[in-house]
T-cell receptor, first 113, second 110 residues
Framework: DGGITQSPKYLFRKEGQNVTLSCEQN?????MYWYRQDPGQGLRLIYY???????QKGDIAEGYSVSREKKESFPLTVTSAQKNPTAFYLC????????????FGQGTRLTVV | SQQGEEDPQALSIQEGENATMNCSYK?????LQWYRQNSGRGLVHLIL?????REKHSGRLRVTLDTSKKSSSLLITASRAADTASYFC??????????FGTGTRLTIIP
């Protein structure tokens, strides 16, 4: 089945630790995105990538880092510099090259304990 | 910053009634899209309208776009209990940065 997979579904992190969220797609999409969603709120863009080995900061990139070494994968690292990391994180992909219809993963809920 | 602002923030209607949600955005766009999110899940694409289009239909969905007012509306006709969800508009620009609004929580009362 083609799709976009996020793992894990739930993640607990101790304060001061870095943690990496996985996002994999087998849709052959060029573009990938990471969003953060707080309870009852909209989606805020963290980072996006239009093509392999390239990515741009979104609106709330501070305290996060990404890599795009493979077309299929766009992992997000939440660093200790992110002051309030507890949130629901959503990864998405689109064909790119002007086609931004996005397909979403099921999300990772990160809780700092 | 969020490009879109949905209005109202929350909407409750009786099953069978029509639901209308509005979206306003700030900068020029290529396309505007609407998505649906069930609680705790990922978003699902509903419909896309291009900046040179004024209206689009898909099943029970009708979307309008007014680029002069930088606004869009989503109409769901003959609502069903299964339509209960949050609805978001999203806009993209030439950079393919896809930015979402704040969402409308729709509750359909059986």
């Amino acid at each position: 089945d083609g799709g976009i997979t996020q793992s894990p579904k739930y993640l607990f992190r101790k304060e001061g630790q870095n943690v990496t969220l996985s996002c994999e797609q087998n849709l052959n999409h060029d573009a990938m995105y990471w969003y953060r969603q707080d309870p009852g709120q909209g989606l805020r863009l963290i980072y996006y990538s239009q093509i392999v080995n390239d990515f741009q900061k979104g609106d709330i990139a501070e305290g996060y880092s990404v890599s795009r070494e493979k077309k299929e994968s766009f992992p997000l690292t939440v660093t200790s510099a992110q002051k309030n990391p507890t949130a629901f994180y959503l990864c998405a992909s689109s064909k790119g090259q002007g086609n931004t219809e996005a397909f979403f993963g099921q999300g990772t809920r990160l809780t700092v304990v | 910053s969020q490009q879109g602002e949905e209005d109202p923030q929350a909407l409750s209607i009786q099953e069978g009634e029509n639901a209308t949600m509005n979206c306003s955005y700030k900068t020029s766009i290529n396309n505007l899209q609407w998505y649906r999110q069930n609680s705790g899940r990922g978003l699902v694409h509903l419909i896309l309208i291009r900046s040179n289009e004024r209206e689009k239909h898909s099943g029970r969905l009708r979307v309008t776009l007014d680029t002069s007012k930088k606004s869009s509306s989503l109409l769901i006709t003959a609502s069903r209990a299964a339509d209960t969800a949050s609805y978001f508009c999203a806009t993209d620009s030439r950079s393919e940065k896809l930015t979402f609004g704040t969402g409308t929580r729709l509750t359909i009362i059986p």
